[in-house]
Nanobody
């Protein structure tokens, strides 16, 4: 399993970013996937998950209505569109296998991409 996240950066509160996760080394279309994040000094937090076909999507309550997860199985890529960003969203974001807070894999995640929300 190889996962490479990109698209992070510094953005002002209220701004938007689109994260991408490029997958290789496994049959991406067979796997549920998630985005998780880790803020400084804190543990991994599940953010959003999507079923293998993209038909089911799931969100942490605090990001519902602001974040949208999607995937393109033909491109072996998953996305996270983040709108209305808040300072509490500042964290390193990782993609991984698994669909929710109970099943995501902390081992399969990539190197992550940093999202910083600040003036």
């Amino acid at each position: 399993v190889q996962l490479v996240e990109s698209g992070g950066g510094l953005v002002e509160p209220g701004g938007s970013l689109r994260l991408s996760c490029a997958a290789s080394g496994f049959t991406f279309s067979n796997y549920d996937m998630s985005w998780v994040r880790q803020a400084p000094g804190k543990g991994l937090q599940w953010v959003s998950g999507i079923g293998s076909t993209g038909s089911g999507t799931y969100y942490l309550n605090s990001v519902k209505g602001r974040f949208t997860i999607s995937r393109d199985n033909a491109k072996n890529t998953m996305y996270l569109q983040m709108n209305g960003l808040k300072s509490d969203d500042t964290a390193r974001y990782f993609c991984t296998t698994g669909v929710d807070a109970y099943t995501f894999s902390s081992q399969n995640r990539g190197q992550g991409t940093q999202v910083t929300v600040s003036l």
